[in-house]
């Protein structure tokens, strides 16, 4: 087995609600337990304050620091949040205080290796908005010893390196994984042990008696002498994320970035439950002014199912430029409405930037999204003769009842029909006129229709050429009350 921690130092900071990137460097922010500092970001340490003070201490010296208690709900969901985004390296995970455990020995291939696989988790992290210290060992103590003692070397892959490294660390970076007693903690330091390589030296059975069996046990499966058992992590059953913000959002761009620090979770869920995306919802609450504002829900519903984070994140910018919101937002909640089974791409031979399909239905999605799904429409049949009647436009993201396919044998129909159909003059002989005179390339389509619904339609259809080398849609009026049974010449659509 191979195990990869990724330890959060500051989860307390990170777990804070943000408005951009970057603000938690620019802003003194401190977190505060039982009156003292229990975190503060680089701008705080900056100036003057540092873990540990007291909170009167703190705003002496930096009036203008933020203190914000701390919350151990907004961590554990932090750390759920960054372990269902690692779902898309491997199904196994295993659910820290400060962070998260994979094990990843069957993942090495598909990402390329462990230093593939590390960049990515590193990557994976980075666009959740979480800061990470990465380990990897053979054993999940040993990886999560090596990513919380701040050891220097902390990627081993051979046991016996491993167990070097283990015996360096100092005795009291073993809190992460048992916290001492202060007995034990005395006697340990009556004895001059400062490393766990000088503890685990230690004759076993006077260890287990004097310290206890958890702690020799605790050591055992850090070097790999005893199985490490591990409860893996669970994802809930529906998707719902969301994400506060420390200053109040009023511009796209603030929104983007906070949707962006979600998705990486969703894609995670999909992969976990071989799922793809149909249907997503956000909704956004909004600051209350003199009169309660109502959330604002978004939808954004896609004409292919996907699970492509890239995509989705480029149509929830797309859907949220356009959108002006009614007041200023302090909170996001990403849903997933509906998904489909999905088990992945199939493979190529010879793999192409992206397929046809997936091109054109990206194109689709991104249209609708910058446009609104009333404007994007695509043609269904209708059981009609008559032209403009025989096919209605319906939004891409409906399914079409009948199949948009003319019957085998059918006479040519332009996709762009004119309405009305504009009349058309004709010469001496009764032959129509459109720049010059037409030429008519197709035998008639006659088409007698609408007597039923008091639209009677009686036409003569022909496939014309102008002067200008253009094809046209034609047709001459059959009128009972006309000479020789004719009427006038329409264009009434144009061929492509």
Known sequence: MLWVALHLPQLSLQALPWSRAGLETLLPVAVVEQHRLLGANRAARALGVQVGQSVATALALLPQLVVQPRDEARERAFVATLALALAALTPKLNLQASGVLLEVRASLRLFGGVRCLLRRAQAIAHDCGAHVRLACAPTASAAWLLATSGSVRRRTLQSSHCAR???????????????????????????????????????????????????????????????????????????????????????????????????????????????????????????????????????????????????????????????????????????????????????????????????????????????????????????????????????????????????????????????????????????????GLLRLCSRAERIEAGWFDGGLARRDYHVAEGSDHRLRWVYRERRADAPGNQGGWFLHGWFG
């Open 165 to 435: 490294q283990l015996d360096r660390i100092p005795l009291g970076a073993l809190d992460a994984l048992l916290p001492l007693t202060p007995r034990q903690t005395e006697l340990l330091q009556a004895l001059g042990v400062q490393r766990l390589g000088e503890l685990r030296a230690l004759p076993r059975a006077g260890l287990q008696r004097r310290l206890g069996r958890a702690l020799a046990t605790t050591l055992d499966r850090a070097y790999g002498d005893a199985s490490d058992p591990r409860p893996w992590f669970a994802p809930p059953e529906r998707f719902e994320a969301r994400r506060e913000l420390l200053q109040r959002a009023d511009d796209a761009a603030v929104l983007v970035a906070a949707i962006g620090a979600l998705l990486p979770a969703l894609g995670g869920w999909l992969q976990l439950h071989w799922h793809a995306a149909t249907v997503l919802s956000l909704r956004l609450r909004h600051e209350h002014r003199r009169e309660p504002v109502p959330d604002t829900v978004l939808r954004l519903q896609l004409s292919t199912p996907s699970r492509d984070i890239a995509q989705l994140a480029l149509l929830w910018r797309e859907r949220l430029q356009r959108h002006a919101l009614a007041a200023p937002v302090y909170e996001l909640i990403l849903a997933l409405e509906a998904s489909v089974a999905h088990g992945g791409t199939p493979g190529e031979l010879l793999p192409t930037a992206g397929g046809e399909g997936q091109g054109h239905a990206a194109l689709l999605d991104r249209l609708v999204a910058r446009l609104g799904p009333e404007r994007v429409l695509r043609f269904e049949p209708l059981a009609d003769h008559r032209p403009e009647r025989a096919q209605r436009g319906v939004p891409v993201t409906e399914t079409l009842r009948v199949p948009a396919e003319p019957p085998p044998g059918a006479p040519p129909r332009p996709a762009w029909l004119l309405e009305p159909p504009q009349p058309l003059a004709s010469d001496a002989l009764g032959r129509p006129l459109h720049g």
